[in-house]
């Protein structure tokens, strides 16, 4: 995991049997709605609701992953949500997905996630609960 990122959030998530393609496991895309769940339940857990009536709330730029070994169902993976890299309006976040009770490293991610001023589309200031949550973390 990058240098100086701090757990902020883990969470367990059923694979359904429709996460699944024609390969037999999860399909790659699946992934990335997995770190979503663990990203949108990190920012509710720090009081923050992920919807468009809101005036403000994380969006992501920019998102990738690396699959080291399939998913198959049936399985719970495990998701291990990190965050580090404070910017003005964004925070940098990595993710490493496990199948429940097994150590092996099945894929790892990371997304740039900025806070989003719902009404003009705009970028807006890192809530400072979340500025606070990190930067206690790193000192």
């Keep these: 995991m990058k240098e100086g990122a701090t757990l ?14 024609a390969y037999g496991h999860v399909n790659n895309t699946v992934y990335f709605r997995y770190f979503e769940q663990a990203r949108c339940e990190w920012a509710e857990k720090m009081g923050f609701q992920v919807s468009p009536k809101e005036t403000a709330g994380p969006v992501i730029i920019n998102a990738s992953c ?8 049936p399985a719970t993976v495990v998701v291990r949500m990190y965050a580090g890299e404070l910017g003005r309006t964004s925070v940098m976040t990595w993710y490493e997905l496990y199948v429940e009770g097994e ?30 949550l990190l930067d206690s973390a790193a000192g």
């Design 66 to 73: 690396t699959f080291f070994a399939p998913v198959n169902y």
């Design 8 to 21: 902020v959030h883990t969470t367990r998530i059923p694979v359904r049997w429709g996460d699944m393609d």
């Design 103 to 132: 150590d092996r490293l099945y894929a790892e991610g990371a997304a740039k996630t900025v806070w989003m001023d719902n009404a003009t589309g705009r970028s807006a200031p890192l809530p400072e609960a979340i500025r606070a």
